[in-house]
């Protein structure tokens, strides 16, 4: 089994992460901006595979949603959830990430939502690691989906975006991607200067601890929160967890994306004994209530100390 669809797995397996079969709902952030917030355990039959955080914004041409679910089925409910608010066609789709709950929707908007089928947009790197990575994605997926994987269709986005960053006018919505590559390679957040919100992607997680995965990449997570701390956004749709202030996504990410950084970091370049830090810092009274920290705080400051250590 590959590494990814193994340790997916292996989260799948974790205990007490079972929901009653989840319909996603549109939440309003500000006028015709509307965030679905997903389930906070991990990935499921009863959530299709979708226990992410997605979004949309409402325009005179049609609707533009971030991030399209991880099947077939997971992106009809999520347009359902949509024709819930309004009538508009979904025109635009764009990828915050390569991760399964990212993009495995996008065959489905880009065939229908107008004529020739929703655009979907993506930062260059994105879209190469979506390719790299559908085929696991879906070995995983079926081993738990089943028949809730069918008409599931790997589409990479198909409008590439140059650069670091970009910007896009879509319905007179401006919106910028720009790279964290912090949890997954190619993650990037979408920020609406106008609104002033922000769709972090996987950047940021509240109410539940961040994971750091294999191909994560601590260093980048603490570059990129600190940029987005700097334009000071006034919502924040996280990647995962409810939708809140700058202040709760410090609190829940950045300080401890500053603590494996920092903390974890440092003793991993002092040179220090791994279970000795490890033991050190397995208990954080300021992060111990976030849903998963038992699980995944002690695989977290050791991937952090092997970034490290080599680096």
């Known amino acids: 089994m590959p590494l990814f669809a193994f340790l997916i797995a292996a989260l799948l397996a974790l205990p007490g992460l079972a929901h009653a079969d ?29 226990n992410a955080n997605f979004g949309f914004i409402v325009t005179a041409q049609g609707v533009i949603l971030i991030d399209s679910g991880a099947s077939r089925l997971g992106a009809e409910k999520i347009a359902a959830a949509i024709a819930q608010v309004t009538d508009q066609p979904v025109r635009w789709v764009i990828n915050t990430g390569s991760q399964d709950h990212r993009w495995l929707g996008n065959d489905y908007f880009a065939a229908k939502g107008s004529t020739q089928g929703a655009r979907i947009f993506a930062l260059k790197r994105t879209a190469a690691t979506q390719a790299e990575f559908g085929a696991q994605h879906m070995q995983m997926l079926a081993g ?52 002033n919100i922000m769709f972090t992607g996987d950047l940021v ?4 601890i961040l994971g750091v995965l294999p191909w ?38 950045g300080d401890y994306e500053d603590f494996l950084a920092n903390v974890i970091g440092k003793a991993a370049r002092d040179m220090e004994p791994l279970d000795a830090t490890l033991n050190k810092y397995a208990d954080l009274p300021q992060f111990k209530h976030l849903y998963n920290f038992s699980d995944l705080h002690r695989a977290n400051m050791s991937r952090a100390f092997v970034e490290f250590e080599a680096n």
């Open 144 to 195: 738990f989906l089943g028949a809730r994987l069918d008409g599931t269709q790997p589409l990479p986005a198909t409008t590439l975006l140059d650069g670091n960053e970009a910007s896009v006018e879509l319905g007179g919505e401006t919106l910028t991607l720009r790279y964290t590559d912090a949890h997954f390679p190619g993650d990037a957040w979408v920020w609406l200067p106008k609104r």
């Open 205 to 208: 997680y509240v109410d539940r």
């Open 22 to 50: 989840f319909q996603p709902k549109a939440e309003k952030v500000v006028d015709n901006v509307y965030a679905i917030v997903g389930p906070l355990g991990q990935r499921s039959k009863d959530n299709d595979g979708s």
């Open 216 to 253: 994560s990449s601590v260093k980048n997570g603490q570059k990129a929160f600190h940029a987005l701390e700097a334009l000071s956004p006034k919502y924040i749709v996280p990647g995962h967890g409810g939708v809140c202030d700058l202040a709760k996504a410090k609190r829940d990410s």
